[in-house]
């Protein structure tokens, strides 16, 4: 495994879960990339999936009183490795979401993408629960900031803690999804 490629890991996901509505294009858009619009759009990250030949589970992490429900994907080698925590974006942790931590997982990395939906969404679900974007975004929107916080903690110390990894953590971000001004700037101003 080249420890080069950590750093280029290291701008994944992201959680953008306040103030993500922005008068801006998406930065992909930006330069002609198609971006899924929603979970019905994503087929074809559940079908990469399902050809995946690496081993991904859910896991439910507990800490105080809060379950989170974690996806977990494990590499094919034989030694204790890194481990990544991937934060979802504003989508909450969906097929997307959860083919990003397998394809970390394909460069040899143990990766762990907490819901932080997990218990938010109807009879107690989380991301997979909500009919609609509208109604996910919104309460992704109303997370309490020490929640969000206990999750990605809870998240850290289950994947540390597991007999497949080194000791070692990264987490990575998707710079996309990162919070951004509801109005553009100032002419000349950044």
Known sequence: MNPKIIPSFALVLSVGLFGCSSNYPHPATDHGMAMPASDSTLDWAKTKLAKSPRHGEYVTVAYGNRAVLCWMVHP???HPTTAVLVIHDSSGLTDFGRLSADELAAEGYLAIAPDFLSGSGPNGGGTSSFANDNDEGLALKKLP??????????????????PSANGNWW???FAGAVPRPRSPPAPGRI
């Open 76 to 78: 094919q080698i034989e």
């Open 145 to 162: 900031p020490d929640q969000v916080i206990g999750d990605v903690n809870a998240a850290a110390e289950y994947v540390k803690a597991r």
């Open 171 to 173: 987490w990575s971000v």
